[in-house]
């Protein structure tokens, strides 16, 4: 199984950016997706998860400004990240709760960059 983010990169405050995340492997289903984030010096947090049947769950610093969906046919969950600020710089991850036949299990990607800065 693999777990592959993209999307991140430099933007200003205020401005916008889209995280993909696809899982890809033998999956026989998936049942949580979330995205976690690590800035410098801190623990990692969760950011937002969906669940199969599309219920989400936010941190309370991005509710309202990120959103959280999934495509159950491509195995995929995004992130829209809008009215971005400098706290939100960090290195995103994925998380996939996948079964391949013999339960769940966690998968994460390699993580990506995203940086706030003028």
């Known amino acids: 199984v693999q777990v592959v983010e993209s999307g991140g990169g430099l933007v200003q405050p205020g401005g916008s950016l889209r995280l993909s995340c696809a899982a890809s492997?033998?999956?026989?289903?998936?049942?949580?997706m979330g995205w976690y984030r690590q800035a410098p010096g801190k623990q990692r947090e969760l950011v937002a998860d969906?669940?199969?049947?599309?219920?989400?769950k936010y941190a309370d610093s991005v509710k309202g400004r990120f959103t959280i969906s999934r495509d159950n046919a491509k195995n995929t969950v995004y992130l829209q990240m809008n009215s971005l600020k400098s706290e939100d710089t960090a290195v995103y991850y994925c998380?996939?709760?996948?079964?391949?036949?013999?339960?769940?299990?966690?998968?994460w990607g390699q993580g990506t960059q995203v940086t706030v800065s003028s």
């Open positions: 492997g033998s999956i026989f289903s998936i049942h949580g």
């Open positions: 969906i669940l199969a049947g599309s219920s989400t």
């Open positions: 998380m996939a709760e996948i079964d391949q036949g013999l339960g769940y299990k966690h998968y």
